[in-house]
């Protein structure tokens, strides 16, 4: 390691130390020789703010090691209590990140992302946050683990209960508005939508829109905490490619591909169909000839073409999306972009047009996703980088320059939450909860 890096590891740690300590552990230690040592330590003579290494005692170094030590490790994450993120160094074990503090640094964010549409984008007004859904908080706080519950039986009676409560009227609330109300994932959308927790996670396909949501909430831009961590905001992305091998589509081919004796056999016999319609019709016999129809039926890829185009009429896609299918499967998404042969109905009001909402699904009752996709890909293939998640840190002391930017450009309240009147069918979404809640008491 060169001087240059031995250097800025030695700001680190002791920003690091000095952070804890102003939040509350200067109190807990319990050695006088190591306070007295701490007081000695000095800033460089030439004004830079880097630490003088002169200063520094072996005693001050060891503390120093163990707390950084400590941030290199993930946070322990249980499935009784809310983790969350002490300092970057700890959240490098999650995401390749980038601090951003100035304007210009923010413009060119927005420049080079703005008219991405191939990412899922999530913004959290907290950098020390971990991405868990809304089930997964209730989960916890509740200590419904420890009862124990369930936690297929929950959610399959929880859209059950959406379809059936009040008449049924968020089922035909999601009919009337262009969804399916017998796709699970569907259902679990529109509950998620209006507050009811669920396992999904909101993203979009709008670096904007996300970047509002990152500033939305925000409250006082100067936290009064010392963690440097407390002083940003957050925007998460995803390459769609990466997640794309944990899709709806990639599901329903593997499926496909599973039956494809059944499916071939299904061909045939709308093959024979059609070529008794075409022995009419002499103009099509060349093009049409046994040879070719036959050829055709024999073709893997060709018979995947004609399910994937045949079966989600028949209901396939809400066969694949039941909750029973999906409970095995880690971590996936869900949209219906560019999906005009796998649609689930997710584009189901205004909202969420706007906002160009995608899902994430994350099958722990307990463990938030960047914590399952870790795990995913270090026991698929423990060499791989799993950095496939970025995150920005933005400056808290940038959200009124972020809203009023975004303001300028038409992302606003108004845009981003067009439908308005929600407070009935958050009601329903509330009353469904509670009743499923109830039912495992």
Not at 51 to 67: E, G, H, I, Q, Y
Request: proline share 5%; charged share 25%; net charge negative.
């Amino acid at each position: 390691m060169d001087s240059t890096e031995e250097q800025r590891l030695l700001d680190e740690k002791i920003k690091l130390f000095k952070e804890w300590g102003e939040s509350g552990g200067w109190k807990t230690i319990m050695f006088p020789d190591l306070l007295e040592d701490l007081m000695k330590v000095k800033s460089m003579p030439d004004g830079s703010g880097r630490t003088d290494p002169k200063t520094v005692s072996s005693l001050v170094r060891a503390a120093l090691n163990a707390m950084y030590g400590g941030q290199l490790m993930p946070p322990i994450v249980h499935q009784e209590h809310i983790s969350s993120y002490q300092s970057f160094v700890q959240k490098d074990n999650f995401f390749e990140q980038k601090q951003i503090d100035m304007e210009q640094e923010l413009e060119q964010l927005i420049t080079d992302f703005s008219g991405k549409k191939d990412h899922l984008f999530r913004g959290l007004n907290d950098a020390k946050f971990m991405l868990y859904s809304s089930l997964q908080r209730d989960w916890i706080w509740e200590k419904r683990e420890a009862r124990p519950t369930d936690h297929q039986a929950f959610l399959e009676r929880l859209v059950a209960n959406a379809r059936l409560y009040c008449g049924g009227a968020l089922a035909m609330y999601i009919q009337q508005h262009g969804g399916d109300y017998n796709n699970d994932i569907c259902v679990l959308s529109i509950l998620q939508h209006y507050g009811c927790p669920t396992p999904l996670l909101d993203w979009t396909y709008n670096f904007l829109v996300a970047l509002y949501f990152a500033a939305l909430g925000t409250g006082s831009t100067i936290p009064r905490s010392a963690r440097e961590i407390d002083h940003y905001v957050s925007l998460y992305y995803i390459e769609e490619k990466w997640f794309a091998p944990s899709g709806l589509r990639a599901m329903f081919e593997v499926s496909l591909k599973g039956n494809l004796p059944l499916i071939k056999k299904a061909m045939r016999f709308h093959v024979g169909q059609l070529k008794e319609y075409l022995g009419i019709m002499a103009s099509f016999s060349k093009t049409f000839s046994d040879e070719n129809l036959e050829n055709f039926t024999n073709d893997d890829e060709a018979a995947l073409r004609w399910a994937m185009r045949t079966f989600p009429q028949a209901g396939f896609t809400n066969y694949i999306c039941e909750i029973e299918k999906l409970k095995p499967i880690p971590v996936s998404y869900f949209s219906d972009r560019d999906e005009e042969l796998i649609p689930i109905g997710l584009q189901n009001n205004q909202n969420v047009i706007n906002q160009e909402g995608v899902f994430t699904w994350n099958n722990s009752p307990g463990f938030p996703i960047e914590h399952m996709v870790r795990e995913q890909v270090q026991q698929d293939n423990p060499d791989a980088s799993h950095f496939y998640t970025h995150c920005f840190n933005i400056s808290k002391a940038l959200v009124p320059y972020i809203l009023a930017r975004l303001q300028g450009l038409g992302i606003n309240d108004e845009f981003v939450f067009p439908e308005q009147d929600q407070k009935y069918l958050r009601g329903v979404a509330d009353a469904i909860f509670a009743i499923t809640s109830a039912e495992f008491s």
